[in-house]
């Protein structure tokens, strides 16, 4: 399955942390706050098993590049957008971090047999009828579906399959009743076998929340 992308738009450039990132109007613009999920993902590197990180909804790989940087940890990114993979592949390049990025739907370029110590997750989370509000971001990057989630639960999936014994997921979504309904899949889908340990919210532009294994 391929994204429709529009055409060619010139590109820029943004500081994320002390990385100088690039893109264009066909993705979406890297985000300053967003950099607190980076700064957690380090953290939680110091303990985590050894092993690799992956980045799901990846956009163009700004945040798992940051969380990686001044480690030896092998970082996977992987977005359906094809102009996105482009750009996280400059990035990766200019980082100068070892990164393998994959184009495609998560649940079918991460291979069965791959785990990782710790897994991002960045799935648009917008409600559908809400994305009209930001009219400068590209659907791809920010449509979830009726309530937002729709690929949230495709994240979920796969950090249930990918994610190594003792590690960590960090999956951003937009609010606490997100959250909350979260929390009630989790309970319900017991076979998942994952659990939330800690939200963090962001200044009312979003939340990051910790998934163990159970």
């Known amino acids: 399955m391929t994204a429709v992308v529009g ?6 450039t943004t500081t994320f942390g002390h990385l100088t990132i ?3 109007d066909r ?3 890297p985000r300053g706050w967003t950099a607190q999920q980076s700064t957690w993902a380090s953290e939680l590197l110091v303990e985590t098993p050894e092993g690799p990180v992956l980045e799901i909804c990846a956009g163009v790989g700004h945040i798992g590049l940051l969380a990686v940087a001044g480690t030896l940890r092998e970082l996977v990114l992987v977005d359906l957008n094809p102009v996105a993979c482009h750009y996280a592949r400059i990035n990766a390049n200019a980082a100068g971090h070892p990164v393998e990025v994959r184009e495609g ?5 991460v291979r069965d047999s791959e785990t990782y110590a710790l897994i991002i997750a960045d ?3 917008v409600p559908s ?5 930001f009219p400068e971001d590209p659907l791809i990057a920010i449509d979830g579906g009726s309530d937002g989630m729709g690929l949230a639960w495709t994240c979920v999936e796969v950090v249930a399959g990918h994610l190594a014994d003792g590690g960590s997921a960090l999956l951003q979504l937009g609010d606490l009743e997100q959250v909350d309904q979260l929390e009630r899949h989790l309970a319900d889908d017991p076979d998942l076998g994952l659990r939330v340990l800690e939200v963090r919210e962001h200044d009312g532009r979003g939340v990051v929340v910790r998934l163990v294994r159970a």
């Open 123 to 125: 799935p648009p989370w």
């Open 7 to 12: 055409p060619a738009s010139a590109s820029e």
């Open 27 to 29: 993705v979406l613009r």
């Open 105 to 109: 739907p998560m649940d079918e370029v």
């Open 129 to 133: 009828d809400r994305t009209a509000q």
């Open 22 to 24: 690039q893109f264009d």
